[in-house]
Structures are given as C-alpha cells and as structure tokens.
C-alpha cells in the first residue's frame, strides 16, 4: 500500500489538471470552429437544416459520452486507426461540445424576429449579408452567457475520458486510491480540483447573464 502525502496527492492532482484544462481547452474551441458550419448548414436550407439539426442533436445528445468514447476508441482500431486517448478524448469531445453549442447558437438566431429575414430580403441583402448585419450582432450577446455557462458542462465531462486511460484528474485520482486505499481523500482532492476549474466559469456565466439582460 503506497501511502501519500497531502503534497504528493496535490502535485499528481495539478499535473493531471494540466490535462483537463488542455483537454477542455482544446474540445471547446474545435468545436467552435466547427458549430458555425453545422450552424450555417442548419440555416442555409431550412427543410434540410432542420432535418440535420434534429438528427444531429438527437443522436449527440441522445447516447452517453461514455458509449461515444468506447465506439471511438475500439471501432478505429479495427479500420486500422490508432489516435489514442488524446485523440478519442478529443474527437468525441468536440462533437459533443458541438451538438450543444450548435442548439444554444441556433436558439439565439431564432429568437430574432422572423421580420427582420423577411426585411433583408426586401432590401436586397443576400443570406450571408443578412447574417453578417443584421442577425448575428442581435445572437451572440443572449448566446455568449450559455456558452461560457457550457464550459463549465464540459470541464466536467473529461472526467469520462478516465475510463480509456486518458490521464487527467479523475484518472489520477483514482491511480492513487487504488494504490493508498483511502478513496475518500483522493476522491474528494479531485472534486476540490474540478470545483476550483469550474467555480470561476459558473460565476462569470451569472454575471455575464446578469449584464446582458
């Protein structure tokens, strides 16, 4: 039985947190690149678009994180692709950031006035005029406080990623306990890592909440 320290168990925990805010880091702006795609797609063509939107959604959001990394990280391997944790991590991360941002972004374009398309529209503007404009300045100030909101959701998710050996805090957490015996202490270390990360995003979503209304 190994037995730690309070000074070992927090430099294993920092080390790993290093992970999960590169982690987090990582799946939150790839899927920011990729959700105004998805977005634009969704509101090119508006029978397609909600078609796609509704199955992407659904399927995204419809099935756990946890199944979406074992299907990543053992379907691959058998087309003869080996990405790894970080890759698996990464990929099914970002999907899933993507599947919930591209919701929060399309409620805010909605929640613009169906007036104003059709205004555009009498004034010549083309599609991506209207949303240069007109649309998105109105959409991203009501979208910015649930997108940071979303990160926090996120930060939380790595967590599952410990199940294929990606080594971020839940993952050290759970080395340590296993070999120390005291899962309490190590367990409860780790939600004291993941409140420090996420604490400041919560507060920061309110406020921004607060200001923009």
């Known amino acids: 039985m190994a037995d730690f320290s309070s000074w070992d168990v927090l430099r294993n925990l920092l080390f790993a947190m290093k992970w999960t805010v590169l982690l987090s880091v990582i799946s939150f702006f790839g899927a920011a690149l990729l959700t105004p795609a998805l977005l634009l797609l969704c509101l090119g063509n508006r029978k397609k678009g909600r078609i796609f939107f509704a199955m992407y959604i659904e399927f995204v959001q ?9 299907l990543v990280f053992f379907a691959l391997p058998l087309a003869g692709i080996d990405i790894g944790p970080w890759g698996t991590a990464s990929i099914c991360l970002i999907l ?9 972004w399309k409620t805010a374009v909605d929640a613009v006035p169906q007036g104003q398309w059709e205004a555009c529209r009498v004034l010549g503007f083309s599609f991506f005029q209207t949303l240069r404009h007109v649309i998105l300045p109105q959409s991203i100030r009501p979208a910015i406080p649930t997108t940071v909101g979303f990160s926090v959701q996120l930060i939380k998710s790595t967590a ?3 199940i294929i050996g990606f080594e971020e805090i839940t993952r050290a957490a759970v080395v340590m306990a296993n070999a120390s015996y005291s899962p309490f202490k190590m367990y409860a270390y780790a939600a004291l890592g993941y409140f420090l990360l996420c604490f400041p995003l919560s507060l920061l979503s309110r406020r921004l909440e607060e200001k923009f209304q």
């Open 160 to 162: 599952l990623t410990s």
């Open 96 to 104: 899933y950031a993507s599947a919930y941002l591209l919701e929060i």
């Open 62 to 70: 419809g099935t756990p994180v946890l199944m979406q990394l074992f």
